[in-house]
Structures are given as structure tokens and as C-alpha cells.
């Protein structure tokens, strides 16, 4: 059998596919600056989405990651993406009989009471059908689509060239990085037996928590390419908008847990807080679901964040810039300091703000999009900045959060929430919990 990992031919049919439209679009692009002639981002975008029409993997996920980096892409072309992501549909059943086949035998059915036809979910990296084991418990399978690791590798080859579009756009922000971490986090999508891991990490680190849910991992039904874990029951988090308000108070609650808990107290970060990666249960505790995305960081980062967070509280520039330079930014003047901090002071003000309240209180009903613009013109102004690798995914779950509970409506007093994750800070306590978790566990740091 013809390995799937980044066959040559793969790889020459998505360049076919893709680089033909992407090229064709830069050309014209290129022509539109040549010769002087008005240029229409929104028109260029829906061209893209047009070539790109149909296509599954990376580009897909592309457009959950950089929907909430500010200046990531230009706005039209992350809407056009997302028309795609939603778009997407699920591969056949003649498809799934050969996918399973080759990952677990010809007598894959018998290892198995039911198998669902019928995909439960589509991705843009594989989708997940319901299934029920020999002993009459409820799964999950998630099976990749064929070829793509070699469609990894040609579209992040097209990602180049967009964001080099992008570049020659709008130069102010310089996203070589940004590309660098997207390259590294959807490579490790690809790893199932990764992803295992890190739902193993996961489990570990919420053993004790009531209001967290982690599947369990099926070994014996799991591959590279297949991922069987057990099927978590419950609604998705849009429904709770109209419970009663107490009831999105706790949901808000288990959302913040989920994902800075292990932020604060292990250096893991789930990456990926987009609506399908979790559902709810009757009592408002939060099923955690999809571990591709996850991210390991070093303590000196978690102690920038908490730095800048103190930064803020204390109004002192002086810290800030010493924050920002310990998350990777460079070359700092105090003018750029000062653009930062408008993004800064609005994700951490409900964290310093000392009450019940809304997440975001301006009324505007989207979660951070008039505070990039208005950082993104000043570091224009200012001539442009470079963004770390490590602000890419701490970036997006903020933002990512932020939106789902502005969706919900939740009322809590963020300001207590977070002095309770940090309180006992210590980098050196934060290095050791994480060097002994993850050898326990068997995850691999990020690359």
C-alpha cells in the first residue's frame, strides 16, 4: 500500500488546484499596483473563495486560526474563508469503509456493535462518526481524510503566497512568524496519536474537576489516522443563550476554568476555542473536545502574561514594554509600547476591573474588532511590528473566549476569577508541574 505521509503525487495535484488560483490572483494583484489601478480587498477575497471552492484541510483551518489575530488577513478575505469552513461536507461511506479498513483491518465492523453511516460531524481535517463499542459504549471516531499530510504540505506552500499578498496590502504587520506557528500547530494536527496524548494531559489535569469533561481514549480502536474516543453527550453552547442567567454565569465559569487552569498552573494551552470544540451539559459543566491544537509554553511567557497583566493594573509602561519583550516582541520604542497597550488595556480590562460585569461592556456585540483597528492603524503609523510565535494561540483564545462569552451574555467578576489562577504564581513551581505531567503523560513540547 502507497504511504499517505506527503506523497509527491498528492502534493503535485493540490499545487494544480490551488497554486493556479492563488498565482492567477496574485498576478492580477500585482497588475492592479503596476498600473496604478484601484484594488478591491473585498472583490480579491471573494476570488479566492471562488478557487478555493470545494477544497478540504489546512486552508479550512486556516480560517478558524486567523479569524481572531488581529491583522492576521484582511477582514474580507477571513470572512470568504469561513463561508468555506461552514461549507465543508462530509466524505462518503465508500470513503469511510476504505479509510477504516485500512486503518484497522478487513474485519474493522466486527471490532465494532454499530457503526453510524452517516458522519456526525465534518471538518476541515476529517470528520467524526458515532459508533458504539463491543461493550455497548458510545464513541466518537474521528477519521482523517486521505492524503493530507501531502495537502498539508502544498497549502502551507498557497498560505505563503497569501500572506505575501497580504504583505505587499498592508506591511504594517509582519506575520512571518504567525506563519511559522500555523505551519508547526497544523502539522501536528495531522498526528493522531499526538492528539492521544494530549487528551491523556487533559484528562489528567481536570481528574478532579466537576465542571470539565475530557473523553477517553480507545487505544485499541485508534491509529495515526483514526482517533476513537467516547462520545461526550450534549448541547451545543449557542443553545444556552436563552437559560436563565445564572445558568450562563456557571457555563462562563467552566469555560474560563477549561482553558486557564492548565494555562496558568502547567503552561498548556488549549488552542482552538472555536463553538464546536465544546458542548454543554444539564448543570452547565463544559465537554472539552478536540485536542489537535494544543500548546506548550514556558514559564518566562506565562510570566510576561501575568506581567502585563500587573502592567496594566498599575498603568506602568515601563513593565509593559518588559512584558512584551519577554512574549517575544523586539525592538520596542515607547511609541510602539504605547499602540500595544491599547490592545492590552482591552483584553485585561475586565481582569482588573473589580466587579460583576460583561466581558466587554461597549455594546458593540463583537469581541475586540474596533480595538484592533485602532491598534493596527497606530502600529502602521509607527512603521509596523514583527509578532512572536507564542502570541499567535494566546492571542486567539483570548479573543476566541472573549466572543463566546459575550455570546452568552455571562456576568461574572472576571478580576476575582483570574487573581484566583495566578495568586500562587512561580515560574520555577510552573516548570516543575510541567516537566512531570508531560513525562507522565508522554507529550512532546512544541516545536
Not at 132 to 143: E, G
Not at 201 to 222: M, Q, R
Not at 246 to 255: E, F, K, S, W
Request: charged letters at 25%; aromatic letters at 8%.
Amino acid at each position: 500500500m502507497v504511504s499517505e505521509n506527503n506523497r509527491m503525487s498528492g502534493r503535485v495535484r493540490r499545487y494544480a488546484r490551488v497554486g493556479t488560483s492563488v498565482g492567477g490572483l496574485a498576478a492580477r494583484m500585482a497588475g492592479q499596483r503596476y498600473l496604478g489601478m484601484p484594488s478591491s480587498p473585498a472583490k480579491n477575497a471573494a476570488e479566492l473563495r471562488r478557487a478555493l471552492g470545494g477544497l478540504k484541510g489546512p486552508l479550512m483551518k486556516v480560517a478558524q486560526l486567523l479569524a481572531t489575530i488581529p491583522d492576521g488577513l484582511p477582514k474580507d478575505y477571513i470572512e470568504e474563508l469561513r463561508v468555506l469552513q461552514s461549507q465543508a461536507p462530509a466524505m462518503g461511506w465508500a470513503f469511510v469503509k476504505r479509510r477504516m479498513r485500512s486503518e484497522l483491518g478487513t474485519d474493522w465492523q466486527s471490532r465494532f456493535k454499530s457503526f453510524e453511516q452517516e458522519a456526525a460531524a465534518a471538518a476541515s481535517l476529517g470528520q467524526v462518526h458515532r459508533a458504539h463499542s463491543l461493550d455497548s459504549r458510545l464513541l466518537a471516531c474521528k477519521l482523517q481524510y486521505p492524503d493530507m499530510a501531502s495537502t498539508v504540505e502544498a497549502d502551507l506552500s498557497q498560505l505563503k503566497m497569501i500572506f505575501t499578498l497580504y504583505k505587499r496590502y498592508d506591511p504594517a504587520i509582519d506575520t512571518s512568524e504567525v506563519l511559522s506557528e500555523l505551519t508547526a500547530r497544523l502539522r501536528e494536527e495531522l498526528d493522531y496519536v499526538r492528539e492521544a496524548l494530549h487528551l491523556r494531559l487533559f484528562a489528567e489535569l481536570f481528574a478532579e474537576e466537576s465542571g470539565v469533561y475530557v473523553p477517553e481514549v480507545i487505544p485499541e480502536l485508534s491509529t495515526a489516522r483514526l482517533l476513537t474516543m467516547t462520545w461526550l453527550d450534549g448541547a451545543p453552547l449557542l443553545d444556552a443563550r436563552t437559560a436563565p442567567q445564572d445558568a450562563r454565569d456557571r457555563i462562563a465559569r467552566n469555560l474560563f476554568t477549561a482553558w486557564y487552569y492548565p494555562l496558568y498552573h502547567y503552561g498548556v494551552l488549549h488552542g482552538d476555542p472555536h463553538l464546536g470544540n465544546y458542548t454543554i451539559r444539564p448543570n452547565g459543566a463544559v465537554n472539552l473536545l478536540d485536542y489537535g491544537c494544543v500548546r506548550i509554553l514556558p514559564a518566562r511567557f506565562i510570566q510576561g502574561v501575568i506581567d502585563l497583566y500587573h502592567a496594566v493594573q498599575k498603568d506602568d509602561r515601563e513593565l509593559m514594554m518588559y512584558a512584551f519583550e519577554s512574549w517575544g516582541f523586539t525592538g520596542l520604542s515607547a511609541e510602539l509600547t504605547d499602540a500595544l497597550a491599547i490592545w492590552a488595556k482591552y483584553i485585561y480590562g475586565p481582569l482588573t476591573d473589580d466587579r460583576v460585569r460583561l466581558i466587554d461592556e461597549s455594546g458593540s456585540g463583537k469581541f475586540g474588532g474596533s480595538i484592533a483597528a485602532q491598534t493596527h492603524n497606530e502600529i502602521r503609523r509607527l512603521g509596523g511590528v514583527k509578532l512572536p510565535r507564542e502570541f499567535v494561540l494566546l492571542d486567539r483564545s483570548a479573543i476566541g473566549l472573549g466572543s463566546v462569552f459575550l455570546h452568552l451574555g455571562a456576568k461574572l467578576n472576571w478580576h476575582h476569577a483570574f487573581e484566583l489562577l495566578i495568586e500562587d504564581f512561580e515560574a520555577d513551581t510552573l516548570d516543575r508541574r510541567q516537566s512531570e505531567i508531560l513525562d507522565r503523560t508522554g507529550v512532546p513540547e512544541a516545536a
